[in-house]
Every structure is written in C-alpha cells, then in structure tokens.
C-alpha cells in the first residue's frame, strides 16, 4: 500500500498479529504498520493520517540515520572515498585510499588514537578521584558507552566516529562520571555538567 503525507508519497507495510494494540515505525523510509488481524486498511489509513506530524518527525530522523550508514562519515564531516591509490591521503571532502581493506585498517588504528588521547585528556582533567579506565572499543547497536566500575573498563561504541568529536568528548565524560555516580541521578548530571556543560545538544545529536 502506497500513501501521501506531506506531498511525498511512502510505501506502508502492514504486518498483522494477534495484537491487541497497533504500532507504527519508520524503517528504511517505509512505514511499518504491525496491528492486529481485524484493524481494517481504512482503521490504519485514518490512524496515519490523525499522526501525520508525528510520522513525518519520524520519517526524518530515519533519513538522517539511513545518510549516515549509506554515506561515509567521520568525525562529523562527510567524504567521498576514492579507491585505488597507494597512500592514504585525506583532503577537505575526499579521502584517497587504496581499496576498503585499507581504509578500514587505516581508521581503525586512527579511531584507537583518537580514542585513547581523548580519554586520557579528560581522565587527567577530573579532579575527582577515579580509577585509571581500560579503554575498549567495540560495535554497539543500543549503547554509546558502558563503564564498568568494578574491572575499570570503560566501553566506547566505534560508532562514535560518524559524529562530531564533541559527542565522543560528551559520552567519554558520561562514562567517567559513573564512576562517581553508578546512577543516573541529579548528582551524576551535575558531574556531567561540570566538564561539559553542553552534553544536552550532544545527547540530541546522537539521538539524529
């Protein structure tokens, strides 16, 4: 099923169960309808319509998320990546490399420098007393950073790449801060804001 919001025609997908409730998400620009067997097209048809402004919200947050899985992102900036050169060579827009095994290889280790001098910096910056983090970087769909306070271990998802410095800067200071605050109380907030009082426009920007 196809249908107009906004001026721009989307595909629906309906998907039925036993359910008592409907729900509509946004995935890959479609709308994704899950409802129950008897709700009627024309039941979902008004529901998307009554929610129209909220659809549309979200239909943008999800281009926004699908540009930065389908384009090449780093630290905020996008570039164009062109194969089939010896050397690494990154200019204002564009990053000449050889072929994708080494671009990986090369962002790889360049991400673990970034990461670690950035961690190190506002580690020495705390004037709380807090353990020296074992950094580890990983891939994480639901979480940009996880401390553990009990092996010290402080996780950064590697995700964090695609985004301006800033944020990393913000989840990094999160992270460390729970080493104060195992929580997420007024008092940790506070610590957060102590070193970076703009974390709120980083938490939406990560939320894009």
Do not use: Q
Request: glycine share 2%; charged share 30%; with cysteine.
């Amino acid at each position: 099923m196809k249908l107009e919001l906004n001026g721009y025609v989307y595909d629906v997908e309906i998907i039925k169960k036993n359910n008592r409730n409907t729900y509509v998400r946004i995935k890959d620009g479609k709308i994704v309808v899950t409802t129950n067997y008897l709700t009627s097209n024309n039941s979902i048809i008004k529901l998307i319509k009554d929610n129209e402004g909220s659809i549309i919200k979200m239909i943008n947050k999800d281009s926004k998320k699908m540009e930065k899985r389908d384009n090449f992102y780093y630290f905020g900036k996008k570039y164009d990546v062109i194969y089939g050169f010896n050397d690494v060579d990154i200019t204002v827009d564009k990053i000449y490399v050889y072929d994708k095994k080494s671009l990986d290889k090369y962002i790889n280790m360049d991400i673990s420098n970034i990461f670690n001098e950035r961690i190190n910096y506002w580690y020495n910056l705390f004037e709380e007393n807090i353990p020296k983090p074992n950094l580890k970087i990983r891939k994480m769909t639901s979480r940009w950073g996880v401390c553990n306070i009990r092996n010290h271990n402080v996780t950064l998802n590697y995700n964090l790449c695609k985004y301006d410095i800033c944020c990393l800067d913000y989840v990094i200071v999160h992270e460390l801060s729970h080493f104060i605050y195992p929580n997420h109380s007024s008092s940790f907030w506070n610590l957060v804001a102590k070193y970076y009082p703009k974390y709120k426009e980083c938490r939406k920007m990560l939320k894009e």
